[in-house]
Every structure is written in C-alpha cells, then in structure tokens.
C-alpha cells in the first residue's frame, strides 16, 4: 500500500482549546504507544493527512517533524514515513506465547494433512469466477446461515453417489469442518440429556471439546473388524463417535456383521453416533465401503469434510442430521455464528457440480497409492521386522514393531533431525499395547522425499 492510500484514525477539534499541532502529536503519538500503529507501519504524507482532515500542511509537518525528533516516526526524504522500528510501542515479547504452535518438520510422517502442493488453484479459480459470475446481490447478504443451497443440493447429489448418504438437502449443514461439526455434536447431546460418549479406543486424539462439553467419555477397543460393538452394548453409552470407513488411526474398515450389530444396537438404544467420514474417497484396493448414515439414517449424524480431499485452509465440511436432531443442530448453529464464508460455499457447489472434484479425487487417489507403494517397498527393505496394518486406504500406514522401540529417544532424535512422528500409544485412551506401532503419512512427501525420510527413520530407530 502506497502512503497515499494509507488512512488514519485521526480527528482534530478546530475549536478545541489544545492547537492542531499538539492534537496530532497526541494522537499519534498514543496510537504508536498504545499499538495500533505497529513499528514499520507507513503513515500519510503531511500533504495527504493534511488534505483528508481539511487543514493547512504546516502544523502537520510540525507534528511529524516533533514525534521524529521523539523518536516514533521515521522522515526519509522522497520515502514515505513510517513508524520508526524502534518506536516506544506494544511489543510482542509482551504477549504471552500462542498456546498451540504449529511445528513444521522438512520431513513430516504426523498423519493429517494431504498433499497441500496438489491443491487444484486453477480448477478452484475457475470455479470461484463461475460463482462470482453467477452470484446474485442477494447471495453477498449474509443469506442462509445453514450453508448456500446450491452446496446443500451439490452435496446431497455427492454423497448419495459416492458414500451411499440419504439425505435431503434440508438435513445438510455446512461446517467449518468436522472440528464444527463435533462442536455441534457435543452441545446437541448435552441438550439430549447425553451424559456418556463412546469413542473409538485408540482414536482420533483431539478429544478436548466432548470433555469441555461435560460428556464422560468411554473408551471402547477397535480391532480388525472395527469398534467391539458388543463391548459397546454392555457400555452405559448413549452415543458414539465413530470412524467406520477407515477407523482413525489402525486403518481397519468396519466389518458388515459389525455395522449390522451398531446399527441394531443404535435402534434398540436409541442412541446416535457421530460418523466421521474424514478419508473414506481415499480407498485404493476397491470402491469404499459406503456410510454408516446409510443404514440407520435416523440415528447417525454423518461428517464429512474438504480437509483430506482438497486442504485444511479451506475450513470447509457438511453434516448430515437426521430430522429429530436437525433443528437443535440448527439452534446451536445459531448461537455460534452466521455461518461458512458464502464465496467458497459457491465455490464448492460449482467445483462438485462441474465434476472438477470426482476429477480432483481420482487423480489425487492415484498419486497416493503410488506413494503408499513407494512407502511398502522402502519399509519392506529398510524394516523388514514391522507389519503393516490397516487397509489399502486413507493418507497414513499403520507400522506395527514386534518389540518396544524407545519412543521417547525416536521421537526427540527426529525432530532434532526435522521430522515430525506419531506413535499409535498417544492415541489410547486406556492401557496402549506393549509393542510400538508407528504411523506414517505417506500422502503429503513426493516419492523421492518419502525414501529419503524413511531411510533417515530407519536409521534413527537403528540408533535407539
Ligand atoms: C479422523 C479425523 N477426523 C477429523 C479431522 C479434522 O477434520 P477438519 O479439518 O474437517 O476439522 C481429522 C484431521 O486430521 C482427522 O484425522
């Protein structure tokens, strides 16, 4: 930005009793203590502010050259001023630290993220143009707080295509993802008088917001077949969070007799789960198993999420309610905010409707598979001890150790050598097995990095 076009919040009093002068010099002055003016920063011209505040140049000039002398501005001649990097102001040594660091490892097997370098831009510009052609002035209002329609519509069409989801596109809420999702959730069982959720035992660790809610949760085992719906019978659960497509983070698909026994126990409990369906387009030895939501539709609010398939900054995901639940949904909905940007809703809802995205996915799963290939061989030359566990599916591979590797020593060592781990333990919630298990994101490297990174592992478990 140019100093002509910066502005200021700045008034002066032309009947006040201090002079224009002192008046500027104040404001600026307390504006570059207080921080809103931060060090660096580009102030008017003396010719612009003067002209925007309707006043002779002069006792602008004056104020400048005064809070330069002070040291708050810095006048270079034919450079804009600027507030001097040394300015007495608000520093950030004096904020206290972000609570949550996002670490970036040159090497990072942490499972979660896709491949970010393959996000689509040019098919999602053109989509944003065809929703910015197609807008109407109404749709800039702020609209349907529930998600823009044409998303709702495209998303009932998708879902019931590709993941067997029934769904009317009245029951589809649009989300900041599946974190709002399980916000929602977490309120809308309160409010059912929910006191007991099962989660998955090991699962998707970030379990901070059903506990802030007050849900008690229990831990239920996982094993080949999925979740042990029977251990979940003779629980005191009346819900459950559940990841059947693809259980997070083992990889094992949820058995049919399984299902069949969720969905009966669902029915005669008249439970709800909670289907995250966070990867389940990313199955590469067959076509996924559809949705949980598909069987019982009236107890399973169904997620699902732009996160995997196209970018976590997107913050853009859906759920499905079934219709007893969807006006609580909708009530918590309100009391949190007005809803998902409306541009990228329109977005989206071109970027499905065009076919860019079934385009995108099946592009994207023949990448992966070819690095969760590339990964198989390296393991199989490099750790010939290890199982891997898990279907042919998802971002991550489940690496199992027939012993205990010192996780602690792998995982410092790692790091100190840029790479970013996550062993299964800090997954359980109760007592984890004795041996390690590693998983490993294969998604997010190009193949010739994933040697590179693996060979490093390998050798750093060597040295532990
Ligand atoms: C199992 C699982 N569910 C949900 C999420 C979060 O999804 P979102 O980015 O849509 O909030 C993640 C993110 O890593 C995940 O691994």
Same mark, same amino acid.
């Given at each position: 930005?140019?100093?002509?076009?910066?502005?200021?919040?700045?008034?002066?009093?032309?009947?006040?009793?201090?002079?224009?002068?002192?008046?500027?010099?104040?404001?600026?002055?307390?504006?570059?203590?207080?921080?809103?003016?931060?060090?660096?920063?580009?102030?008017?011209?003396?010719?612009?502010?003067?002209?925007?505040?309707?006043?002779?140049?002069?006792?602008?000039?004056?104020?400048?050259? =005064?809070?330069? @002398?002070?040291?708050?501005? !810095? *006048?270079? &001649?034919?450079?804009?001023?600027?507030? #001097?990097?040394?300015? %007495? +102001?608000?520093?950030?040594?004096?904020?206290?630290?972000?609570?949550?660091?996002?670490?970036?490892?040159?090497?990072?097997?942490?499972?979660?993220?896709?491949?970010?370098?393959?996000?689509?831009?040019?098919?999602?510009?053109?989509?944003?143009?065809?929703?910015?052609?197609?807008?109407?002035?109404?749709?800039?209002?702020?609209?349907?707080?529930?998600?823009?329609?044409?998303?709702?519509?495209?998303?009932?069409?998708?879902?019931?295509?590709?993941?067997?989801?029934?769904?009317?596109?009245?029951?589809?809420?649009?989300?900041?993802?599946?974190? =709002?999702?399980? @916000?929602?959730?977490?309120? !809308? *069982?309160? &409010?059912?008088?929910?006191?007991?959720? #099962?989660?998955?035992? %090991? +699962?998707?660790?970030?379990?901070?917001?059903?506990?802030?809610?007050?849900?008690?949760?229990?831990?239920?085992?996982?094993?080949?077949?999925?979740?042990?719906?029977?251990?979940?019978?003779?629980?005191?659960?009346?819900?459950?969070?559940?990841?059947?497509?693809?259980?997070?983070?083992?990889?094992?698909?949820?058995?049919?007799?399984?299902?069949?026994?969720?969905?009966?126990?669902?029915?005669?409990?008249?439970?709800?789960?909670?289907?995250?369906?966070?990867?389940?387009?990313?199955?590469?030895?067959?076509?996924?198993?559809?949705?949980?939501?598909?069987?019982?539709?009236?107890?399973?609010?169904?997620?699902?999420?732009?996160?995997?398939?196209?970018?976590?900054?997107?913050?853009? +995901?859906?759920?499905?309610?079934?219709?007893?639940?969807?006006?609580?949904?909708?009530?918590?909905?309100?009391?949190?905010?007005?809803?998902?940007?409306?541009?990228?809703?329109?977005?989206?809802?071109?970027?499905?409707?065009?076919?860019?995205?079934?385009?995108?996915?099946?592009?994207?799963?023949?990448?992966?598979?070819?690095?969760?290939?590339?990964?198989?061989?390296?393991?199989?030359?490099?750790?010939?001890?290890?199982?891997?566990?898990?279907?042919?599916?998802?971002?991550?591979?489940?690496?199992?150790?027939?012993?205990?590797?010192?996780?602690?020593?792998?995982?410092?060592?790692?790091?100190?050598?840029?790479?970013?781990?996550?062993?299964?333990?800090?997954?359980?919630?109760?007592?984890?097995?004795?041996?390690?298990?590693?998983?490993?994101?294969?998604?997010?490297?190009?193949?010739?990095?994933?040697?590179?990174?693996?060979?490093?592992?390998?050798?750093?478990?060597?040295?532990?």
């Amino acid at each position: 930005m140019s100093s002509r076009d910066a502005e200021l919040l700045i008034s002066v009093d032309r009947n006040g009793p201090a002079s224009m002068q002192a008046q500027l010099e104040r404001q600026l002055r307390d504006a570059i203590r207080g921080g809103m003016l931060r060090a660096g920063s580009e102030v008017p011209s003396t010719r612009d502010l003067a002209r925007d505040l309707g006043i002779s140049r002069p006792p602008v000039m004056e104020a400048y050259a =005064q809070l330069a @002398a002070e040291g708050y501005l !810095a *006048l270079r &001649r034919s450079a804009a001023p600027r507030v #001097a990097d040394t300015a %007495p +102001g608000h520093r950030a040594q004096d904020l206290p630290p972000e609570s949550i660091t996002t670490l970036v490892f040159r090497y990072d097997f942490r499972p979660g993220s896709p491949d970010l370098s393959s996000f689509p831009s040019a098919r999602w510009l053109k989509a944003a143009e065809a929703a910015l052609k197609t807008m109407t002035p109404d749709d800039f209002g702020y609209g349907q707080r529930y998600g823009v329609l044409p998303l709702r519509r495209a998303l009932a069409d998708y879902l019931g295509r590709v993941r067997g989801v029934g769904a009317d596109p009245r029951q589809i809420l649009i989300t900041s993802g599946f974190e =709002q999702a399980r @916000a929602l959730m977490a309120r !809308a *069982l309160k &409010r059912r008088g929910v006191t007991e959720l #099962a989660v998955e035992d %090991p +699962g998707y660790s970030d379990r901070e917001v059903w506990l802030a809610a007050g849900l008690k949760l229990l831990p239920i085992g996982v094993d080949e077949y999925g979740i042990d719906v029977a251990a979940l019978g003779k629980s005191r659960a009346q819900a459950v969070l559940l990841t059947p497509a693809h259980q997070s983070p083992t990889g094992v698909v949820m058995s049919g007799e399984r299902r069949l026994a969720l969905a009966n126990w669902l029915r005669e409990k008249n439970a709800i789960a909670l289907e995250d369906d966070y990867d389940a387009e990313f199955r590469y030895d067959r076509a996924p198993i559809g949705a949980l939501q598909g069987s019982a539709p009236d107890h399973v609010v169904y997620a699902g999420t732009t996160s995997k398939t196209l970018a976590p900054a997107l913050r853009l +995901g859906w759920m499905v309610a079934p219709p007893d639940l969807l006006l609580a949904f909708e009530d918590e909905m309100r009391l949190m905010d007005c809803g998902r940007g409306r541009l990228e809703q329109f977005t989206l809802a071109h970027f499905i409707i065009s076919g860019d995205y079934d385009r995108h996915l099946r592009k994207m799963r023949a990448l992966y598979r070819d690095r969760r290939e590339a990964l198989l061989a390296v393991i199989a030359a490099e750790l010939p001890e290890v199982e891997i566990s898990g279907i042919s599916a998802g971002l991550h591979a489940t690496v199992r150790f027939p012993r205990r590797l010192n996780e602690a020593a792998i995982h410092e060592n790692a790091n100190k050598r840029g790479m970013g781990l996550s062993f299964l333990r800090g997954h359980y919630l109760g007592t984890a097995p004795h041996e390690s298990t590693l998983l490993l994101n294969y998604a997010s490297m190009p193949e010739s990095a994933l040697r590179t990174a693996l060979r490093t592992l390998a050798a750093i478990i060597a040295d532990s």
